[in-house]
């Protein structure tokens, strides 16, 4: 099993960045898919969450109206469009999915995201 994000890096403030996570070696259609993130000296927080079939996200509110979260099953990959990013945004930001029914869930290894002027 692997989730790989990608996608991270250094931007201006009032930026954008697109992160990917690629999924193998699980039935992808079948998880639910989060984005979390982890600033320093932080707890990790739900950021972002998608459904199995995409009909349905979630979102926290500080990121609500600025961040998208979208899936494409046929890529077996999740996606978090991050727009007008701001420093506090700054973070290590991971891909997480989850199969309710089966109590399972896998972790990506994690992409920083650094908004920096």
């Known amino acids: 099993v692997q989730l790989v994000e990608s996608g991270g890096g250094l931007v201006q403030p009032g930026g954008s960045l697109r992160l990917s996570c690629a999924a193998s070696?699980?039935?992808?259609?079948?998880?639910?898919m989060r984005w979390y993130r982890q600033a320093p000296g932080k707890e990790r927080e739900m950021v972002a969450a998608?459904?199995?079939?995409?009909?349905?996200?979630e979102y926290a509110d500080s990121v609500k109206g600025r961040f998208t979260i979208s899936r494409d099953s046929a890529k077996n990959s999740v996606y978090l469009q991050m727009n007008s990013l701001k420093p506090e945004d700054t973070a290590v930001y991971y891909c997480?999915?989850?199969?309710?029914?089966?109590?399972?869930?896998?972790w990506g290894q994690g992409t920083q995201v650094t908004v920096s002027s």
């Open positions: 070696g699980f039935t992808f259609s079948s998880y639910t």
């Open positions: 997480y999915a989850r199969q309710v029914i089966l109590g399972r869930d896998y």
């Open positions: 998608i459904s199995r079939t995409g009909g349905s996200t």
